[in-house]
């Protein structure tokens, strides 16, 4: 049981260029979430999707979008990175929305911007 | 929203106990509990209801006061193996997201 499954693990990118953070996970959960974690700042959530064909905007929504392309499957896109996104980019399933479920993490994608 | 915790950074000796505290500016419906290793993702602990629970797993409880909007994590009699750093998630009630803390970097030295 693999869980949330995140690719890449880590990427390098220049200024401007973009790309797209993969997520899926194998538990059959509704929701959905991206976080992105930052030296003493905790985590903080960028995007999420409560139920497939959902999508909402987190704390820091900015210079990110979304697609959650079906129930197993939830991308972050980087349309025109900067180095202030140099971050670790976690995905998060649970089975329902509401808070009375646990949050299960990826491994985390590690992203510099130079 | 974010919840403030405290103490940002503890070091223990095997076998000391530890409290870590979450506290909230917002009236609460639940208070989650993580620990992260280093380099890892973050794992689930507990999760604590509105009701003024308190939950154990092992040597490691919690409890939730929702009156004062706070929760409290007892980590007892602790092993090399709690060490990592706590985070603790907060919700509203009817919220789908929750708010992290900054953490609590938790050491136990032999």
């Given at each position: 049981?693999?869980?949330?499954?995140?690719?890449?693990?880590?990427?390098?990118?220049?200024?401007?260029?973009?790309?797209?953070?993969?997520?899926?996970?194998?538990?059959?959960?509704?929701?959905?979430?991206?976080?992105?974690?930052?030296?003493?700042?905790?985590?903080?959530?960028?995007?999420?999707?409560?139920?497939?064909?959902?999508?909402d905007?987190?704390?820091?929504?900015?210079?990110?979008?979304?697609?959650?392309?079906?129930?197993r499957?939830?991308?972050?896109?980087?349309?025109?990175?900067?180095?202030?996104?140099?971050?670790?980019?976690?995905?998060?399933?649970?089975?329902?929305?509401?808070?009375?479920?646990?949050?299960?993490?990826?491994?985390?994608?590690?992203?510099?911007?130079? | 929203?974010?919840?403030?915790?405290?103490?940002?950074?503890?070091?223990l000796?095997?076998?000391?106990?530890?409290?870590?505290?979450?506290?909230?500016?917002?009236?609460?419906y639940?208070?989650?509990?993580?620990?992260?290793?280093?380099?890892?993702?973050?794992?689930?602990?507990?999760?604590?209801?509105?009701?003024?629970?308190?939950?154990?797993?092992?040597?490691?409880?919690?409890s939730?006061?929702?009156?004062k909007?706070?929760?409290?994590?007892?980590?007892?009699?602790?092993?090399?193996?709690?060490?990592?750093?706590?985070?603790?998630?907060?919700?509203?009630?009817?919220?789908?997201?929750l708010?992290?803390?900054?953490?609590?970097?938790?050491?136990?030295?032999?």
């Amino acid at each position: 049981n693999a869980g949330v499954t995140q690719t890449p693990k880590f990427q390098v990118l220049k200024t401007g260029q973009s790309m797209t953070l993969q997520c899926a996970q194998d538990m059959n959960h509704n929701s959905m979430y991206w976080y992105r974690q930052d030296p003493g700042m905790g985590l903080r959530l960028i995007y999420y999707s409560a139920s497939e064909g959902t999508t909402d905007k987190g704390e820091v929504p900015n210079g990110y979008n979304v697609s959650r392309l079906n129930k197993r499957e939830f991308s972050l896109r980087l349309e025109s990175a900067a180095p202030s996104q140099t971050s670790v980019y976690f995905c998060a399933s649970r089975e329902m929305q509401g808070s009375h479920s646990p949050l299960h993490f990826g491994n985390g994608t590690r992203l510099t911007v130079t | 929203q974010q919840p403030v915790q405290s103490p940002q950074a503890v070091i223990l000796r095997e076998g000391e106990d530890a409290v870590i505290n979450c506290s909230s500016s917002k009236a609460l419906y639940s208070v989650h509990w993580y620990r992260q290793k280093h380099g890892e993702a973050p794992v689930f602990l507990m999760i604590l209801l509105k009701g003024g629970e308190q939950k154990g797993h092992d040597k490691i409880s919690a409890s939730f006061n929702e009156k004062k909007q706070q929760s409290s994590l007892y980590l007892t009699a602790s092993q090399l193996s709690y060490s990592g750093t706590y985070f603790c998630g907060t919700a509203q009630t009817g919220a789908n997201n929750l708010f992290f803390g900054t953490g609590t970097r938790l050491t136990v030295i032999p």
